[in-house]
């Protein structure tokens, strides 16, 4: 029945996700995750997005939803090179009922020189320390990297892994999500 809630709150994410600016999907044979994210201001200096995606690991017994900001921008004169920084909130449940709220800042980055035609590379960090982490959980990290091909302007095929640990509040510390995964990111 878990199954079944989870993977119609993804396809929920992917129908509302028909109005919003992009939108990925990723999985393996244990794993899934889905993501939106909006923009709120776009100009000459960057552009602010609002975002939101939902993991189920079945593998980790894992269900994690985020939400967040990010300010992305490009610096000086480096084609294709986004650089950003963000927040998220961290909500979810991972093995053993251990419960999680937490919010993490971080950065990420994307390189996709026009000299490599399509081909592009990006990574993400976020940290939740302590101060900023309730219920069951005492701290989080997440990291990722994700090589990427634009098959069309819009529509992105890419091959990531993701690593997330949690470190909880009763001693038992380790990764609640360590997947690679196949996907596509498409903007609208």
Known sequence: MKKVLIFMVLLSLVAVQAEAASMEIEL???SVQAGFATPLRMDEYGTSLLNARLLYNDNKDTTLGSAGFDFLGQPGNVPGLDLGVGAQVYGGQAADSQNILSLGIGGQVSYAPPML???????????????????????????????????????????????????FDNGEDGAIDDSGRVGFAANF
Do not use: C, W
């Not at 990006?122 to 005492?138: E, M, N, Q, R």
């Not at 989080?140 to 990531?160: D, F, H, N």
């Open 28 to 30: 393996n044979d244990n």
């Open 117 to 167: 035609e399509g081909v592009g590379i990006s990574g993400k960090f976020f940290y939740a320390p302590h101060i900023l982490s309730l219920l069951d959980v005492d701290r989080m990290l997440e990291t990722g990297l994700r090589v990427s091909y634009a098959i069309t302007p819009k529509v992105k095929v890419y091959l990531g892994y993701q690593y997330i640990r949690a470190d």
